[in-house]
């Protein structure tokens, strides 16, 4: 089975004033902005889960805290939690969403304490390559409770004039994770200038180029329909600009969130055309190939052209190492670029974890990828696929049945829709523990999750014939494994299960 995941992401009452710090800013390091990014990020959780927020306003004991509509759109009761590690109720009835589709929102609590407020920048001047750092609290679950804010680094991407869904249109390479939704995205002067709200990226880390924010601009549109007065005027969003390479690349992000794969190509091909030294657009372009055209050659070219143009892009030798490790059979390529991803950023949990399947799958380096795995667990606590590895790494290099078994279980308690997870903890119960109780279950849960799961078929089915003496069950179960696995181009696969199901039918007198 394949150790990786498929890739490709109401205020009533008197109107708050905000001061727009308006004067040039010094650049700050990046030390200083995180800093600054603490200082005014909060922790929004609810019991329909996390987000996080920019303490935006201050008048009396109100404070008023901006975020993104979806962190806030249940009806349930939100806390804040404030830099401090104090928690305050949200106000009732102070939620108050964006007018039309715009992707956020604005909630107030109340404290007596003094906190610092964000400062408005503006989003209108930043262009392609600019730094950029994004703050918020990643998700937890149940066996992690204690919540840290992240504040990541990375570049300008694409900063569109126009007006795409829900108001997102900046685009930045910054690796943001789950729970970071209505985080600050501030400039190098420490000011805010969007807010986080879409991030697109697939359990092995594997990222498709779009992370995207909503501009301070965008905001200052609507303010005072939510109840929010600017003291100044943000700048106005620019019209009737000739279009640029950065509004096709926004459009390609809007339209693949939206799954329209030929779109967002079209759209890419129309930013390359436009501005032929577009990195981010050539890497975006690899991934659309690789990932949704089955053009495994076109994205490989992509990718070159990427890390021609930018030689430190570390996602893109990430992504170019999978391409060549999982498509191109060139295992001492697929290694030379996660080592040289790894070496651009030693701390790319992905990079880790992919070069870990390539040491234990295609290297017979069981140390090695141990090690590599342990450090992508390491960097990310909450990385699901990196514990899965190690679970299979366990299971069959090491001879670690109990180890295996906890790493599984780590998985699917970060991510309870882990269906692979689910059926290789299930061929463990069934194989090493003797639990065909729980190897059914988890097969059975893996096939809810994916009913294109040939592997849970194939191995639902040999329990049910090898150990539950359901004959018809197993054999049905064998069937659809075989029909699976040859509609998704497993030859070597389809063959066994038709070799097997053969066998069956004989011994049963079917």
């Given at each position: 089975?394949?150790?990786?995941?498929?890739?490709?992401?109401?205020?009533?009452?008197?109107?708050?004033t905000i001061p727009l710090v308006?004067?040039?800013?010094?650049?700050?390091?990046?030390?200083?902005?995180?800093?600054?990014?603490?200082?005014?990020?909060?922790?929004?959780?609810?019991?329909?889960?996390?987000?996080?927020?920019?303490?935006?306003?201050?008048?009396?004991?109100?404070?008023?805290?901006?975020?993104?509509?979806?962190?806030?759109?249940?009806?349930?009761?939100?806390?804040?939690?404030?830099?401090d590690d104090r928690q305050y109720?949200?106000?009732?009835?102070?939620?108050?969403?964006?007018?039309?589709?715009?992707?956020?929102?604005?909630?107030?609590?109340?404290?007596?304490?003094?906190?610092?407020?964000?400062?408005?920048?503006?989003?209108?001047?930043?262009?392609?390559?600019?730094?950029?750092?994004?703050?918020?609290?990643?998700?937890?679950?149940?066996?992690?409770?204690?919540?840290?804010?992240?504040?990541?680094?990375?570049?300008?991407?694409?900063?569109?004039?126009?007006?795409?869904?829900?108001?997102?249109?900046?685009?930045?390479?910054?690796?943001?994770?789950?729970?970071?939704?209505?985080?600050?995205?501030?400039?190098?002067?420490?000011?805010?200038?969007?807010?986080?709200?879409?991030?697109?990226?697939?359990?092995?880390?594997?990222?498709?180029?779009?992370?995207?924010?909503?501009?301070?601009?965008?905001?200052?549109?609507?303010?005072?329909?939510?109840?929010?007065?600017?003291?100044?005027?943000?700048?106005?969003?620019?019209?009737?600009?000739?279009?640029?390479?950065?509004?096709?690349?926004?459009?390609?992000?809007?339209?693949?969130?939206?799954?329209?794969?030929?779109?967002?190509?079209?759209?890419?091909?129309?930013?390359?055309?436009?501005?032929?030294?577009?990195?981010?657009?050539?890497?975006?372009?690899?991934?659309?190939?690789?990932?949704?055209?089955?053009?495994?050659?076109?994205?490989?070219?992509?990718?070159?052209?990427?890390?021609?143009?930018?030689?430190?892009?570390?996602?893109?030798?990430?992504?170019?190492?999978?391409?060549?490790?999982?498509?191109?059979?060139?295992?001492?390529?697929?290694?030379?670029?996660?080592?040289?991803?790894?070496?651009?950023?030693?701390?790319?949990?992905?990079?880790?974890?992919?070069?870990?399947?390539?040491?234990?799958?295609?290297?017979?380096?069981?140390?090695?990828?141990?090690?590599?795995?342990?450090?992508?667990?390491?960097?990310?606590?909450?990385?699901?696929?990196?514990?899965?590895?190690?679970?299979?790494?366990?299971?069959?290099?090491?001879?670690?049945?109990?180890?295996?078994?906890?790493?599984?279980?780590?998985?699917?308690?970060?991510?309870?829709?882990?269906?692979?997870?689910?059926?290789?903890?299930?061929?463990?119960?069934?194989?090493?523990?003797?639990?065909?109780?729980?190897?059914?279950?988890?097969?059975?849960?893996?096939?809810?999750?994916?009913?294109?799961?040939?592997?849970?078929?194939?191995?639902?089915?040999?329990?049910?014939?090898?150990?539950?003496?359901?004959?018809?069950?197993?054999?049905?179960?064998?069937?659809?494994?075989?029909?699976?696995?040859?509609?998704?181009?497993?030859?070597?696969?389809?063959?066994?299960?038709?070799?097997?199901?053969?066998?069956?039918?004989?011994?049963?007198?079917?």
């Amino acid at each position: 089975m394949s150790s990786q995941i498929a890739q490709w992401i109401g205020l009533i009452g008197i109107a708050a004033t905000i001061p727009l710090v308006q004067t040039v800013a010094t650049a700050k390091s990046a030390v200083e902005v995180a800093e600054t990014a603490r200082t005014i990020t909060v922790l929004i959780t609810s019991s329909s889960g996390q987000g996080s927020g920019v303490i935006l306003k201050h008048e009396g004991d109100i404070y008023t805290v901006l975020t993104a509509a979806h962190v806030v759109r249940q009806k349930v009761s939100y806390t804040i939690t404030t830099p401090d590690d104090r928690q305050y109720e949200v106000i009732s009835n102070s939620i108050k969403s964006a007018p039309g589709d715009i992707d956020l929102a604005v909630v107030k609590f109340k404290s007596t304490t003094k906190y610092p407020i964000a400062k408005l920048g503006n989003c209108n001047i930043l262009t392609r390559g600019m730094d950029l750092y994004v703050a918020g609290f990643p998700a937890t679950d149940r066996a992690i409770t204690s919540t840290l804010l992240v504040v990541r680094e990375g570049k300008i991407s694409a900063n569109s004039n126009k007006t795409f869904d829900k108001g997102y249109s900046l685009i930045y390479s910054n690796d943001t994770l789950n729970g970071m939704s209505g985080g600050a995205v501030l400039n190098s002067n420490g000011e805010l200038v969007a807010i986080h709200g879409l991030g697109n990226r697939d359990d092995d880390g594997r990222k498709n180029g779009f992370n995207l924010g909503i501009p301070i601009e965008r905001f200052g549109t609507v303010a005072s329909k939510m109840g929010v007065e600017l003291d100044g005027q943000v700048a106005a969003i620019p019209t009737n600009t000739a279009p640029k390479a950065d509004d096709y690349y926004a459009s390609a992000a809007q339209k693949y969130e939206r799954g329209d794969a030929r779109g967002a190509l079209a759209d890419v091909n129309r930013a390359i055309q436009l501005n032929p030294n577009y990195a981010e657009a050539y890497y975006s372009r690899a991934v659309l190939k690789n990932d949704k055209l089955n053009d495994a050659p076109g994205a490989l070219v992509n990718y070159n052209r990427a890390i021609q143009l930018n030689p430190n892009y570390a996602y893109a030798y990430n992504n170019r190492g999978n391409l060549k490790n999982e498509k191109l059979n060139d295992t001492p390529g697929g290694l030379a670029d996660f080592n040289r991803a790894i070496q651009i950023n030693p701390n790319y949990a992905a990079a880790y974890n992919n070069r870990g399947v390539l040491k234990k799958d295609k290297l017979n380096d069981a140390p090695g990828a141990l090690a590599d795995f342990n450090r992508a667990i390491q960097i990310n606590p909450n990385f699901a696929s990196a514990y899965y590895n190690r679970g299979l790494l366990k299971d069959e290099k090491l001879n670690d049945t109990s180890g295996s078994l906890a790493d599984y279980n780590r998985a699917i308690q970060i991510n309870p829709n882990f269906a692979d997870a689910y059926c290789n903890r299930g061929i463990l119960k069934n194989e090493k523990l003797n639990d065909t109780p729980g190897a059914l279950a988890d097969f059975n849960r893996a096939i809810q999750i994916n009913p294109n799961s040939a592997e849970a078929y194939g191995s639902r089915g040999f329990l049910k014939y090898q150990k539950l003496n359901d004959r018809a069950g197993g054999i049905n179960d064998l069937k659809q494994a075989a029909n699976l696995f040859q509609k998704q181009g497993n030859t070597q696969y389809y063959q066994t299960a038709i070799d097997l199901l053969k066998k069956w039918q004989q011994t049963s007198g079917n």
